[in-house]
């Protein structure tokens, strides 16, 4: 059973930083490319950012390139999203999600596993 558990989130002020984590079991987590997904309030499920099986390519939206870092320990099946300069908007639950090969795409996040997610609060 595929079992992804997110932790990290919290609540920060305008400027501050998170460092999120996913624990991935039941699965090959070196052999698949792996994602952070967000859903902030009113809004739909919408990519944060994708990282590939082996780390060396990653993706990110718009809104986030500069800001957030995304990364892979294989070793301990876990993956990362480092959350700097953060910004009110960025207030939202963030998943973890895995797709099923070594390469990401930006098809629906919802169509892929996601965990139960954790909650990061921007507010001043």
């Known amino acids: 059973e595929v079992q992804l558990v997110e932790s990290g989130g919290g609540s920060v002020q305008p400027g501050g930083s998170l460092r999120l984590s996913c624990v991935g079991s039941g699965f090959t987590f070196s052999l698949v490319a792996m994602g952070w997904a967000r859903q902030g309030p009113g809004k739909g499920l919408e990519w944060v950012s994708q990282?590939?099986?082996?780390?060396?390519?990653?993706y990110y939206e718009d809104s986030v390139k500069g800001r957030f870092t995304i990364s892979r320990d294989n070793a301990a099946n876990t993956l990362y999203l480092q959350l700097d300069s953060l910004q009110i908007e960025d207030t939202a639950m963030y998943y973890c999600?895995?797709?099923?090969?070594?390469?990401?795409?930006?098809?629906?996040?919802?169509?892929?596993?996601r965990g139960q997610g954790t909650l990061v609060t921007v507010s001043s």
């Open positions: 999600v895995k797709f099923s090969s070594s390469g990401y795409y930006l098809e629906n996040p919802s169509r892929f596993p």
């Open positions: 990282i590939h099986a082996n780390g060396a390519l990653t």
